[in-house]
């Protein structure tokens, strides 16, 4: 039988490090090395039976009627959608618009739902904890609901509150006590008159020691590796407590580090619950048990650990796409 070819389209820039023509192009938003991204692309020029449409930026798109227009081109003609790239992250944006309408039509890989859920901590811990993963344990509350909180705060001795959407940790804070949640909570209502981050969101506070801290990154179903920040990412949250925390906003100072087998399993049944196929989850260690707090939708990149494990990053990337290109296949066929 002559199975008809298919269609895969892929926005997939790499990472801007000097000044260059592509910069203008990719507004800086590409997250992998031009090294690793030309790999990739090559190992796309390779595949057989597929045709291949590169560089369709859906951030340079237009919608109409529920149809996705870039430079000419319909997204919604193609079979499979891969994009791996900044985007705006903020509620609503026409970014994540774009990839939730193209995913109506043709499979988009990162889910766009899913990478959504993702983006808030709250809905991914939910998430998560529905699944059964050991995850940080939540409460969202409006602040004028605020003394209703108080008897989990007692239960729980101490909290962390956090914003969201936030990252580079910061704005997670420690919560020692119900009067100072409620002064704190008081003060940026009397202030803004408003909650910013629409609701508040509680963890509860888990001891742990921070040399403990792990880091994962996963793609399409394999735990590629585990992470540890350097001692220069560590800052005191008070209380003797210490916190993961990058005050330059920059990444990076980190080295490989083993995964216990429970590490993996929680990870992995995570990855599944979550449904993001590039995504990182960060354990702390409470008690002798791993426990999630923290489900990044870029995860950790690090080029040196993926050589150090003999790992090639174009290679993880494309299992990805054949895999999904498998899946795409048989479901058309
Ligand atoms: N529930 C918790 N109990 C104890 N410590 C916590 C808890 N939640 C977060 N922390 C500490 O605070 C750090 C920052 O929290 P979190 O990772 O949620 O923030 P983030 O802004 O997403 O950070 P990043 O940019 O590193 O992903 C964690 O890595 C951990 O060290
Ligand atoms: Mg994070």
Known sequence: MNRKKLKLGVFIPPRITEVEPGAVHHAGIGRIPRATQRDLMSLLDSLDGVEVHKDLNFRQSFIHNGKIYTDGFCLNNLDIYVWYC????????????VLKTLARDIRVVVDPFNFEVGLDKYL?????????????????????????????????????LKPRRGKFGKGVMLIESYPMLRDMVDYISSTTGL??????????????????????????????????KRTSKWVPLGGGAMK???ANEVG??????????????????AYRALGCEIVGFDFITHKGKPIIVDENTFPGYYED???????????EFFKLITCELNRTGQAIA
């Open 86 to 97: 900044e985007v705006d992250r903020n509620v609503g944006s026409y970014d994540l618009e």
């Open 244 to 246: 993961v925390y990058d």
């Open 124 to 160: 991914a811990h939910l998430r998560l904890s529905k699944a059964g993963v050991s995850v940080a344990e939540t409460v969202l509350f409006d602040h004028n609901n605020i003394q209703r909180v108080k008897g989990v705060l007692e239960k729980w001795g101490r909290a962390i």
């Open 305 to 315: 650990i993926f050589r150090q494990l003999n790992k090639n990053p174009a290679d």
């Open 195 to 228: 909650s910013p981050d629409k609701a508040y969101m509680l963890e509860r506070y888990y001891d742990n020691t921070i040399d403990d801290w792990v880091g994962t990154t996963i793609i399409n179903g394999e735990l590629v590796y585990g992470y540890r």
């Open 252 to 269: 990076g100072e980190v080295e490989q580090c083993d995964v216990t087998p429970e590490q993996e399993r929680e990870a992995l049944t």
